[in-house]
């Protein structure tokens, strides 16, 4: 398929759906030939901004039927992208489904298995994995300067994280089941990633200690007596308010977590700091690496030893990038592109996307039982055993 362009329709087409200006490219690989959305007036901006007379409709189904669509971007809410992914799939399109892959072990498997039947592409929108920083810190460690990785240590400081996970359907475990995997499913695949090891058992504790409360469901901040006042007030878009009666997820958990091979992991993850930044600390058996995204540094440091590694530490200044997401936006809708026309092989794969979400249910379910231990869910013996056979 080399040399061809891939024609995308996108279901969802604000938020994460915005990432259609990054594909749509009518003299190039790709382009956007279509959206759906529930919203008609964001349909409508939609088609206003492209400019291309591409089609819209608010039934997500049509979009499927048509046979100018190669391939479908799944950028809905997450309670929605199984059951997106799976139709699109079963349609004989090529899926890129924005993380989470889905909020449930069942549906993660439904993905999976639909992907195994249809014979086309899955991706999974693990953006941190395009990052200039977190690319930094997977070589340093692939190079073997910090031995084998025994330990590791992130702390996710959510900033206003009202802003995003409390204002709007996030907030909500209908919606997400938990921030550990909504949020905390980029953070947990980093560590299987840089590690190359999957969680296999997790213990949490957490709890809702700064959002949430009595305020009516349908209380929103325009209309709020108290705007003027509140820290957490916003005009929009996402306005409701974030200590309404129905906001049921943790606001801040801290999870340990046991990898192959006996690696020992905590993340801590709050949505109620005052900076935003990522901190990790991959400690291995020759030294530890630790970054700074607000500094924009990464640092080695180095145990003594007999090797030419232990006279220095190393400090990295990693490069800014344009771009969403620190330039990895661009990057990983080009590698989708790749992927459906040359068959590149995705820096994520599909069973990443899974890996991260049942760790991260498994620690919801122990925090809201007193932090008992709990196994991740396997993966099924069919799925394993067709994975084994593409050596995936």
């Not at 709007?168 to 190359?196: C, P, Y």
């Not at 209380?219 to 309404?244: I, N």
């Not at 990898?259 to 993340?267: P, Q, V």
């Not at 530890?288 to 007999?306: A, H």
Request: glycine content about 10%.
């Amino acid at each position: 398929m080399a040399g061809e362009q891939l024609r995308i329709g996108m279901i969802g087409v604000t938020g994460r759906g915005r990432l259609w200006r990054h594909w749509h490219d009518p003299q190039g690989r790709s382009r956007v030939v279509g959206g759906a959305d529930i919203d008609p007036a964001r349909l409508k901006s939609f088609y206003e901004e492209h400019g291309g007379d591409p089609f819209v409709t608010t039934d997500y189904r049509r979009l499927l039927e048509r046979d100018d669509v190669d391939a479908i971007a799944v950028t809905s809410p997450d309670w929605l992208h199984a059951e997106f992914a799976v139709a699109a799939l079963q349609a004989g399109k090529h899926v890129f489904c924005e993380k989470p892959l889905a909020i449930s072990v069942e549906d993660c498997d439904s993905i999976l298995r639909a992907w195994r039947n249809s014979g086309r592409h899955l991706m999974v929108g693990f953006n941190m994995r395009y990052m200039a920083h977190f690319r930094t810190i997977k070589e340093i460690v692939n190079s073997g300067v910090i031995g084998e990785i025994k330990a590791v240590w992130v702390r996710h400081f959510v900033g206003m994280g009202s802003d995003i996970y409390f204002h709007d359907w996030h907030a909500r475990q209908a919606n997400t089941f938990s921030l550990l995997l909504q949020k905390g499913s980029h953070d947990i695949d980093m560590i299987h990633w840089i590690t190359g090891k999957y969680t296999r058992r997790v213990a949490a504790f957490g709890g809702l200690d700064m959002f949430g409360g009595d305020r009516p469901n349908d209380l929103t901040c325009p209309t709020c007596p108290e705007r003027d006042v509140c820290p957490e007030a916003l005009s929009g878009p996402r306005v409701q308010c974030a200590f309404r009666q129905e906001v049921d997820v943790e606001d801040n958990q801290v999870m340990i977590m046991e990898l192959e091979g006996g690696i020992k992991a905590s993340y801590l993850q709050c949505h109620f700091t005052p900076d935003y930044h990522r901190n990790y600390t991959f400690i291995g058996t020759e030294g530890r690496v630790e970054n700074s995204e607000p500094e924009g540094k990464v640092w080695v440091k180095t145990r003594q030893g007999p090797s030419w590694r232990s006279l220095a530490d190393r400090t990295y200044e990693v490069k800014p990038a344009a771009g969403g997401h620190g330039g990895a936006d661009p990057v990983i809708c080009r590698d989708f592109v790749a992927m459906c026309l040359d068959g590149k092989e995705p820096e994520a794969t599909p069973l990443a996307g899974r890996m991260s979400v049942v760790a991260g249910i498994a620690g919801a379910q122990s925090l809201r039982s007193g932090g008992q231990p709990m196994e991740v869910a396997p993966v099924p013996d069919d799925l394993l055993a067709w994975f084994s056979n593409r050596g995936a």
